[in-house]
T-cell receptor, first 111, second 115 residues
Framework: QKEVEQNSGPLSVPEGAIASLNCTYSDRVSQSFFWYRQYSGKSPELIMSIYSNGDKEDGRFTAQLNKASQYVSLLIRDSQPSDSATYLCAVSMDSSYKLIFGSGTRLLVRP | EAGVAQSPRYKIIEKRQSVAFWCNPISGHATLYWYQQILGQGPKLLIQFQNNGVVDDSQLPKDRFSAERLKGVDSTLKIQPAKLEDSAVYLC?????????????FGAGTRLSVL
């Protein structure tokens, strides 16, 4: 079983819709969770971090964490064509602090 | 604030040749990471430095890869000899502190093609 799993997509949504990206992880001791955005040919850019159960909102982005279900998600409201990118989920444990990345979900926002 | 600097941006070599990549982290960041990102996959950690000491190199193929961070600032990653499967983007990242809540900032990467 992969440590961090994401659906590779592409996830296609129309402009203005809500895009929902999901990630599951296998290690119950995972403590910190990150969402990075990566445009084609570019480096990953952090967009959200979340450390405790529940929702965390930042502008059009909402991260949701459920540690009991080992599940973290990212919602993008009012999706724009400029949001089209690959979204990487990353998980870290306090004891080792290295990031384990999923393979990413490719999001396509149609004008 | 200047970001993480990497060079070169692109490198094409033949198999069995050697290659080196350079990284200069964000000023003041004590922790430096090297990742390998193969096309279609997420980044995989190769090595992590805290100042000039190695914290984690468990996934570094030590028979061909080496890395150093002299003086705890910039770092060099070397591959010798390269194999076809080393074709990837090599990303350098830095963060200001260790611990699971540290935020890692990535450089633009070096795209390596091994022919």
């Amino acid at each position: 079983q992969k440590e961090v799993e994401q659906n590779s997509g592409p996830l296609s949504v129309p402009e203005g819709a809500i895009a929902s990206l999901n990630c599951t992880y296998s290690d119950r001791v995972s403590q910190s969770f990150f969402w990075y955005r990566q445009y084609s040919g570019k480096s990953p850019e952090l967009i959200m971090s979340i450390y405790s159960n529940g929702d965390k909102e930042d502008g059009r982005f909402t991260a949701q964490l459920n540690k009991a279900s080992q599940y973290v998600s990212l919602l993008i409201r009012d999706s724009q064509p400029s949001d089209s990118a690959t979204y990487l989920c990353a998980v870290s444990m306090d004891s080792s602090y290295k990031l384990i990345f999923g393979s990413g979900t490719r999001l396509l926002v149609r004008p | 604030e200047a970001g993480v600097a990497q060079s070169p941006r692109y490198k094409i070599i033949e198999k069995r040749q050697s290659v080196a990549f350079w990284c200069n982290p964000i000023s003041g960041h004590a922790t430096l990471y090297w990742y390998q990102q193969i096309l279609g996959q997420g980044p995989k950690l190769l090595i992590q430095f805290q100042n000039n000491g190695v914290v984690d190199d468990s996934q570094l193929p030590k028979d061909r890869f080496s890395a150093e961070r002299l003086k705890g600032v910039d770092s060099t990653l070397k591959i010798q000899p390269a194999k076809l499967e080393d074709s990837a983007v090599y990303l350098c990242a830095s963060s200001s502190r260790t611990g699971a809540r540290n935020i890692q900032y990535f450089g633009a990467g070096t795209r390596l093609s091994v022919l």
